[in-house]
């Protein structure tokens, strides 16, 4: 113990080195003070731990050695240094110590012998050490015993707040023991499950958590201890008192805890959840149900097409759009054609379609979409055939493709030829007696003439001649128009003037009428133009107007009346006739529809067909005074 200090107090010099020089085997370091004064003020001011012991002379001026001592013992920090007086009063020393008490304080009389001063002084040191360690002991221990208080408390806020967490959470919260038993449950976890605050103590989690309870073992121990080192949050179902279950999600954890093990088993409550999420399900699956149905009508609707493409009686045909490539074709168009996909690779003389009426416009070209368009079809045996044309593009496979249906027109064609034809002769027919009556006519006035002229011996006024030239020039007329109308003309229109045909007809259309009586007049009005098939006009009229003769009584008047309106030629052919009731308006232009005895009810039908072909349009007005039928061009066409 280096640090030890011994403090030697006396007044004179030579006791002081004498003690020193006492006591300088013993290695301590030496504070030596000249008088009590000295000493106190050191005890004071220095720091005096490690002062082991006083060595004090009695008798020293000013303040003496009990003096001194009494004020060492009366301060606290120096109260337990253990004093030794050196004196060589005797006699009173021993009264004189009792007021100190026991064990601190000791004696040595002058002149004193060095080896009992320093065993005196080493029993001191051993005892101040003794001392020091017990301070600096107590002292650890203080320290321990306020870090464990800390320890504790922290301990404690740590509990407090765990148990704070554990009991606001909104989430349950359990407590296991290492064999899967609650030992606490929060009262979120009471409340969720509907048990009392302690009831849940005890029971295995398994209770709660049935999915957690392993089925080979019946024991949730295992299933628990997987689950916790995973640290997944779960999902499944919890069980509440009642028996009731919700969708839960929970999560598994350990700890140890003084060597124990622990698991902490948090649950939520997420039938909400559950709910939306169900609900999104059955959302998603409406719409995958929906899907499948929409596929199911697509598919229908593919089988349909498919079904409509086979046994469609038009002939169908399906084109690659990108190179024009036939793909597919129905039985009707392979039976109609002759032809076969594999024809198509020699285009040369593949069927070979063309507009029906070739107008100035572009021709008919595969690829374009077109509407009922008229065309002319080759067969593979060179068969000129007469179809209705649609096209449209459609997706095949995600293949665009050309949908090509053309309707067989060829019958309707050559049956609407025929009857054109035939009621061309009908007409002829019909009007065959009253042409002959016209012809005779003159003829009889030619034959009167001449018979005039041999009976008078070859003269004959030039007036006569003229009559004759005029009667002749006039019959002539008339069977010009009459073998004209029995010739079948094949349709061609010209540019042509309305009024002009008129015009020429007119004399043909008078005789009927001065045949049966009545009177036909022309009004003729400024007229463009326009494109017209000049023997289907004639017909037209000529057809028109007999019906209108044949409508009236004697002395009827026939009009026909040309004008434009409204971008538009009209032609009017008015009668003073019968008028036509409701029910047969309806069915004018219906083939072989006839009111007649020896009518053939195709007049009219041809007439609609003729106006269809020059873009003109039939409306009839008709009453008890008479029909007007209105034949109107459209002049843009
Ligand atoms: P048809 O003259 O051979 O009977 P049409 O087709 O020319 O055949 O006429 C059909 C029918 O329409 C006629 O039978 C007649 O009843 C009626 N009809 C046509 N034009 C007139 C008209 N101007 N006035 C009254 N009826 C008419
Ligand atoms: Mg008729």
């Known amino acids: 113990m280096n640090n030890t200090k011994i403090m030697i107090v006396d007044d004179h010099k030579e006791n002081l080195l004498a003690l020193e020089a006492a006591l300088s085997s013993l290695n301590y370091e030496m504070v030596s003070m000249r008088s009590g004064e000295d000493a106190l003020r050191y005890l004071l001011k220095e720091d005096i731990r490690d002062i082991a012991v006083i060595l004090l002379d009695v008798q020293m001026p000013g303040i003496n050695g009990f003096e001194t001592a009494q004020l060492i013992k009366a301060r606290e920090n120096s109260r337990e240094i253990p004093i030794i007086f050196i004196t060589a009063i005797s006699k009173s020393i021993e009264n004189v110590l009792q007021g100190y008490g026991v064990g601190s304080v000791d004696y040595l009389f002058k002149p004193f012998h060095p080896e009992l001063l320093k065993l005196k002084v080493e029993a001191f040191v051993k005892l101040h050490h003794y001392h020091t360690e017990i301070r600096t002991q107590g002292e650890a221990l203080l320290k321990r015993t306020s870090e464990l208080e800390e320890a504790n408390n922290q301990l404690a806020r740590s509990e407090a707040i765990a148990r704070m967490i554990a009991e606001t959470s909104i989430d349950t919260v359990l407590i296991l023991n290492d064999s899967a038993h609650i030992l606490k449950a929060n009262e979120a976890a009471v409340k969720m499950l509907g048990y009392s605050p302690t009831e849940l103590n005890g029971r295995c989690i398994g209770e709660v958590l049935p999915e957690l309870v392993d089925p080979r073992d ?126 198509s690779y020699q285009k040369s003389d593949f069927m070979e379609i063309k507009k029906a009426e070739p107008t100035d416009g572009e021709p008919y070209q595969l690829g374009q979409v077109y509407r009922n368009l008229k065309i002319t079809y080759k067969t593979k045996d060179k068969q000129l055939r007469d179809g209705l044309l649609s096209s449209e593009i459609i997706e095949i496979d995600d293949e665009k493709c050309l949908l090509q249906v053309i309707v067989d027109v060829t019958e309707k064609v050559r049956y609407e030829k025929e009857m054109t034809r035939f009621d061309q002769l009908t007409l002829v027919g019909e009007m065959a007696a009253g042409i002959a009556h016209e012809i005779r006519n003159p003829m009889t006035t030619i034959r009167g003439f001449l018979q005039m002229w041999r009976k008078e011996g070859g003269s004959m006024s030039p007036d006569f001649v003229d009559i004759m030239l005029g009667e002749l020039d006039r019959a002539n007329g008339i069977i010009t128009e009459y073998l004209s109308l029995a010739k079948n003309k094949s349709s061609h229109r010209e540019t042509k003037q309305i009024n002009s045909m008129i015009e020429s007809l007119f004399p043909l259309i008078q005789a009927e009428a001065l045949m049966t009586g009545k009177d036909v007049k022309i009004e003729c009005g400024a007229c463009k133009e326009m494109l017209l098939d000049e023997m289907e006009i004639r017909q037209m009229i000529l057809n028109l107007s007999i019906n209108g003769l044949e409508a009236m009584d004697m002395g009827g008047v026939l009009k026909i009346r040309t004008f434009e309106e409204e971008g538009c030629n009209v032609l009017e052919i008015i009668d003073q006739g019968c008028g036509i009731n409701e029910e047969y308006l309806r069915k004018l232009g219906t083939p072989f529809f006839t009111t007649k005895e020896k009518g053939t009810g195709l007049g009219l039908a041809v007439c609609y067909s003729i106006a269809a072909r020059h873009n003109a349009t039939i409306d009839v007005n008709s009453g008890a005074g008479g029909t007007v039928f209105s034949i109107r061009f459209a002049l843009d066409a």
Request: with cysteine; charged share 35%; proline share 1%.
């Open 218 to 343: 019946k024991v949730c121990l295992q299933t628990l201890i997987e689950n916790a080192a995973a640290g997944k949050i779960l999902e499944g179902q919890a069980v509440r008192k009642d028996g009731s279950r919700f969708y839960a999600d929970y999560q598994l954890g350990e700890d140890m805890v003084q060597g124990r093990r622990f698991y902490v088993c948090s649950i939520r409550d997420v039938t909400e959840r559950k709910l939306q999420l169900d609900l999104l399900e059955k959302k998603v699956l409406e719409r995958t149900e929906e899907l499948r149905q929409s596929n199911e009508r697509l598919k229908k609707s593919q089988e349909r097409f498919k079904k409509m493409f086979t046994s469609s009686p038009c002939l169908t045909a399906i084109y690659r759009l990108k190179d024009l490539q036939l793909v597919d074709v129905n039985e009707s168009w392979k039976s109609h054609t002759g032809f076969s996909i594999a024809d």
